[in-house]
């Protein structure tokens, strides 16, 4: 691979393709507009899972050597190599530099904090919103921190993760100080081994009453697209999973040692003996939303959902400032969130390389399928305009400014919904004529400041809002085909009908849902960046 010259470099937060522009790619010394050469997009992985499949599905050509146009490629050549070579460019790979920012466990923490403290100088009641992570310390650092806040509350539960690990790897749940005491004179953790032997964790109080569905924990894993940071551009894909675990919940003290029963991680999971492969312990969020809908109505389900796409996009906004940005760059992020049995959502972390291997056929189809959506947007071969709102399943809900749904939806957010089969929808150059007075259209069209949907986007929305709300009616009265993975955990029965676990309505009538005529609105401040 080519080295970049020391005069090609620029400043890192313009990123690597500032220079581009001054030297000719090898399309433009033949007669190109600096574009991917003629012929088959050239891939290069080292995967052998659903992202090698979905390259391979669009005809697309691996190769082994530097010639590639687009790479899947791991972490550590992100670290390694990224730096040392210089790209064309139209070439794609799909990390940040430093993505650790986000999604490192205390990295994450710090940076939400930071944005949190900012915030109260700036905009105390956006501030206010960032409430969605658990009360956490960095150990062995803030130790004496720690102790302190435990000290005031003795009867509190705690979790301990270590930051640098994944699939529940070294996660272990406790109630008293004496354990964390214990961990902390292991010699990894003495005073002569904190340097680069020392391997920190979070500790941050456990969610002790998660929303249960037949009885048992799970939590959501949303998959969201940044294709750029400066300015931040974010995509959502509708469908996800849900990830159970295989024992009935219990927050019992005597229970807590059973990983079984509170930790979700499918390399967890399935060394469980009353693991089903079939399922593979997973649900699909569509599911689970008609589900809710079902059971707790429309306004309490959209809300919540709502809420889970607000907290993706304030934790991005926490480490826009310091993302290095480069248009070569793109990243796929795994958010992994649970909400409690106030339908109040928490973030559990957010992943830079989710898991694309599948462990059953619906796993797969669901990951290959959101994989071509995501090679769609990148848009190697040059298809889309730039005024796309919707590619395959994923939604733009963020670019420069929040991408507002428009009124014609029931949704606020258009996360577990339907995703359609038609072509991509394109969001007007300009607003569509309404029927109302000019007063009204006026304001319709600030409202929309040029980012709304087309009239025929608009009424495909509504088709797929329409059509989950239909299917949710008819989950009531038919919840074991509306639950088909959970039927098992059902017969050993739950509170509630249908099995709905920990969320009773006593507990659910605490949150205020919002009128039906009125929407959620996101909006953007030029100084914090926030939403309202």
């Keep these: 691979q080519e080295r970049r010259s020391k005069g090609s470099q620029g400043p890192r937060d313009m990123g690597r393709g500032d220079s581009d522009d001054e030297r000719p790619s090898k399309a433009a010394s033949q007669g190109g507009n600096n574009s991917r050469r003629s012929g088959p997009v050239r891939f290069r992985t080292g995967f052998r899972n659903t992202i090698y499949d979905a390259m391979c599905q669009r005809e697309w050509k691996e190769t082994d050597g530097d010639d590639w146009d687009f790479y899947w490629a791991d972490r550590d050549w992100i670290h390694e190599v990224f730096d040392s070579i210089h790209l064309d460019s139209w070439q794609r790979v799909n990390h940040f530099r430093n993505d650790r920012e986000l999604c490192r466990k205390d990295l994450l923490v710090k940076n939400l904090k930071k944005q949190k403290r900012q915030l109260h100088k700036t905009d105390p009641q956006e501030a206010e919103k960032y409430d969605f992570w658990p009360t956490t310390y960095v150990l062995p650092g803030d130790y004496s921190l720690f102790a302190e806040e435990f000290k005031r509350n003795p009867q509190s539960t705690w979790i301990m993760k270590p930051i640098g690990r994944s699939q529940g790897k070294g996660i272990f749940i406790f109630t008293k100080l004496s354990q964390i005491s214990k961990w902390k004179s292991d010699s990894r953790y003495s005073s002569k081994s904190e340097g680069s032997d020392a391997e920190a964790y979070v500790v941050q109080k456990y969610i002790l009453n998660p929303f249960l569905v037949a009885g048992k924990k799970f939590d959501m894993r949303i998959y969201a697209l940044v294709t750029s940071f400066s300015p931040l551009t974010v995509w959502l894909y509708r469908s996800g999973f849900c990830r159970f675990s295989s024992a009935r919940y219990s927050s019992a003290p005597a229970d807590l040692e059973n990983a079984f029963m509170h930790l979700t991680n499918v390399a967890i999971q399935k060394k469980s003996d009353t693991y089903d492969s079939s399922h593979g312990g997973k649900w699909d969020i569509r599911h689970l939303k008609l589900y809710l809908m079902s059971r707790y109505g429309l306004e309490v389900t959209d809300q919540l959902f709502g809420d889970i796409e607000k907290l993706i996009l304030r934790s991005l906004f926490s480490v826009q400032q310091v993302m290095i940005q480069d248009k070569h760059c793109f990243e796929l992020y795994g958010y992994d969130v649970l909400f409690d049995d106030e339908f109040k959502p928490w973030l559990v972390e957010v992943n830079a390389s989710p898991s694309l291997t599948a462990n059953t056929e619906d796993d797969y189809r669901l990951k290959v399928k959101m994989l071509s959506s995501l090679m769609d947007i990148v848009d190697m071969e040059g298809k889309l305009t730039g005024d796309e709102v919707r590619v395959g399943g994923f939604d733009l809900i963020y670019k420069n400014g929040p991408c507002l749904h428009n009124s014609g939806s029931i949704y606020h957010s258009m996360l577990g919904a339907e995703i359609l089969k038609e072509p991509v929808k394109l969001a007007p150059k300009k607003p569509e004529p309404t029927t109302g007075t000019p007063a009204q259209d006026t304001a319709a069209a600030a409202k ?73 609105r996101l909006s953007a401040s030029s100084s914090s960046s926030g939403l309202r």
């Design 448 to 520: 929309l400041s040029g980012r709304g949907t087309s009239s025929r986007s608009q009424s495909n929305t509504r088709g797929s809002a329409s059509s989950d709300r239909r299917a949710a009616e008819s989950a009531e009265s038919a919840s074991s085909s509306s639950m088909p993975r959970l039927r098992n955990a059902e017969n050993g029965g739950g509170s509630g009908r249908g099995g709905a676990g920990s969320a009773s309505s006593s507990r659910t009538s605490r949150r205020v849902p919002a009128s039906p005529g009125t929407k959620t």
